[in-house]
């Protein structure tokens, strides 16, 4: 009887241990959200705390680190940082059981391929978008999706020198939503200061294109080896 109330304590005390662990690995995540504006190198270091640590939380926390420290890097024009980032993220989707996650995933490689001029790579993000959305069930991360391919769809025509079809969608969307995401907001507004002040994106001319574009393909063909992979098992 001893040795199995000693087993049952032990139990316990592990089973609270792992959920304090979770817990404070979502905790940090939500700070890596707060701050990832504000002091996004801080936002960096504190997604990194929960990559290095693996056993402090959950899979599905590692993937959100790692996503949300790509979009750190893409925010901070840090492209190759952020290629690498989602190649990382990538390696371990296949343990990862969260669409809105995924679907995010898809965004930002979304957003890089625009950057980059890769338009016809475009409808086939859109369509895992939509596919991966199927599932959710909850209000606002249907909403925060219909933003995310709302926003593509705007990089897209700034991306093509369609700066005035590009203004008017970002006007359409101003005017029609009263509950805008505040960064959502921000970033469109961005793009429309782009648009007013005539400064498109030099990137393509910069040293670091090719070394981006390359990473680039190499993310492509990981995708394309985990596809098959999962389509084999």
Not at 83 to 103: E, H, P, Q, T, Y
Not at 159 to 170: D, P, R, T, V
Request: overall charge negative; charged content about 25%; proline content about 1%.
């Amino acid at each position: 009887m001893l040795v199995k109330i000693f087993s049952l304590l032990l139990f316990l005390v592990f089973a609270v241990n792992v959920n304090a662990q979770v817990n404070d690995a979502q905790n940090l995540t939500k700070d890596v959200r707060s701050l990832m504006y504000n002091d996004p190198e801080k936002a960096i270091k504190t997604a990194q705390y929960i990559i290095s640590n693996q056993s402090f939380g959950t899979t599905d926390d590692v993937y959100n680190a790692l996503i949300l420290q790509s979009e750190i890097y893409f925010n901070l024009k840090k492209y190759n940082d952020a290629v690498v980032k989602l190649i990382s993220a990538d390696r371990i989707s296949g343990n990862v059981d969260n669409d809105f996650i995924k679907s995010k995933n898809e965004y930002l490689i979304g957003k890089l391929y625009l950057e980059l001029g890769f338009f016809d790579e475009y409808p086939e993000i859109i369509t895992d978008i939509d596919e991966l959305s199927k599932s959710l069930k909850k209000e606002e991360e249907i909403a925060c999706v219909g933003f995310w391919k709302y926003e593509l769809e705007i990089l897209k025509l700034y991306h093509q020198g369609k700066y005035k079809e590009s203004l008017a969608k970002i006007q359409n969307s101003i005017n029609n939503k009263t509950d805008l995401d505040a960064a959502y907001g921000s970033r469109l507004q961005i793009i429309k200061l782009n648009i007013e002040s005539n400064k498109g994106s030099d990137f393509q001319s910069s040293e670091s294109y090719f070394q981006f574009l390359s990473q680039l393909t190499d993310l492509k063909s990981e995708m394309r080896t985990s596809v098959r992979l999962i389509l084999s098992n």
